[in-house]
């Protein structure tokens, strides 16, 4: 199964590393990433495959949400199918 993992907040040293750590510690492969800077703002979004995942969707959704509180920006991550669906035209 794959996700979507979106990063927004205001730009700060570390933020790729914090997200990326709490993936790697739950064996979430990073598939395609993309990330700038608007302005002070960063902006990411995440390809990635949980297929290896030790955690429950759910968990790792709040583990994300809370490294985002300690970091200062919002974490999401939604399944590719919501994703897609959500976006379709």
Known sequence: MKAIVTVIGKD???????????????RV???DISQTILQD?????MLVDLTEMGISFSDL???LADQ???IGVEIKI?????????HQV
């Open 68 to 70: 985002g509180k300690t």
């Open 12 to 26: 700060r040293v570390g933020i790729i590393a914090k997200v990326s750590n709490v993936l790697a510690e739950n």
């Open 61 to 63: 959704s709040q583990r």
């Open 78 to 86: 939604q399944r590719e199918e919501i994703f897609k669906a959500m």
């Open 41 to 45: 703002y960063f902006a990411m979004i």
């Open 29 to 31: 492969n990073i598939m």
